[in-house]
Each structure stands twice: as C-alpha cells, then as structure tokens.
C-alpha cells in the first residue's frame, strides 16, 4: 500500500523558514505530479506549488519568490522550503501525488494524499 507521510511542520515567527518533506512508502506508483496543498478550517485545499515529471513547477501566486518545491529522482521524497514566511501561511499542508496530473492546480487530479502537518507563523 502506497503512503505519504509530511513531516517538518511546526511554529515559526513570521520572517523565518520552515522545510517541510513528505516520504513516499509501500512499492512503485507511477507518478507524473507531486504537489503541495493547503487547508484552513472550513475552506478548501488550495495549490501552494507543484512538480511534473519533466522538472517543470508551479507554483500559487501568494508564495513565488518564497516557496520552494523540490523532489528526489525517484518520487520517493518531496519538498517544500519556505522561507519569509506570513502568519497568512498558516494551515495544514498536505502532500499529494498522482498518476495523470494534468494542470495541478485541482485537488481531484491526485490519486494519493499524506495525513497533513501543521505550519503555524505567528506575527
């Protein structure tokens, strides 16, 4: 059984910098995206940054030029370095892969999603 577990999430001051990484586990999935997603209670996931198989990224307009997304050759590790962070970053982040991504910006698009890490910034 395929799973993907984020971890590095936690409580930063505003202005500061947070890693986060996900660990694809259980055998082979043929992957073509991974991505970030976001969540506030009682609102939807929304994109924060995606990865193709060509290398190719995008990422949400609220986080360039502060967000990172990076991932191992092999699909087995994702990342996300954030950096200048805002207390409007906080939510959980979730990690998310899937077989025939098209645009990536839609949650639908993905077959496999990670249980969630808290990211909280404090002004």
């Known amino acids: 059984q395929v799973q993907l577990e984020e971890s590095g999430g936690g409580l930063v001051q505003a202005g500061g910098s947070l890693r986060l990484s996900c660990a694809r586990s259980?055998?082979?999935?043929?992957?073509?995206?991974m991505a970030w997603y976001r969540q506030l209670p009682g609102k939807q996931r929304e994109m924060v940054a995606t990865?193709?198989?060509?290398?190719?990224?995008d990422y949400a307009d609220s986080v360039k030029g502060r967000f990172t997304i990076s991932r191992d050759t092999m699909w087995n590790a994702l990342y996300l370095q954030m950096n200048s962070l805002k207390p409007e970053d906080t939510a959980v982040y979730y990690c998310?892969?899937?077989?025939?991504?098209?645009?990536?910006?839609?949650?639908?698009?993905?077959?496999?999603w990670g249980q969630g890490t808290q990211v909280t910034v404090s002004s």
């Open positions: 998310a892969a899937g077989i025939l991504v098209l645009g990536g910006a839609v949650a639908s698009e993905y077959d496999l």
């Open positions: 259980g055998g082979p999935f043929a992957i073509n995206a």
């Open positions: 990865i193709f198989s060509d290398g190719s990224t």
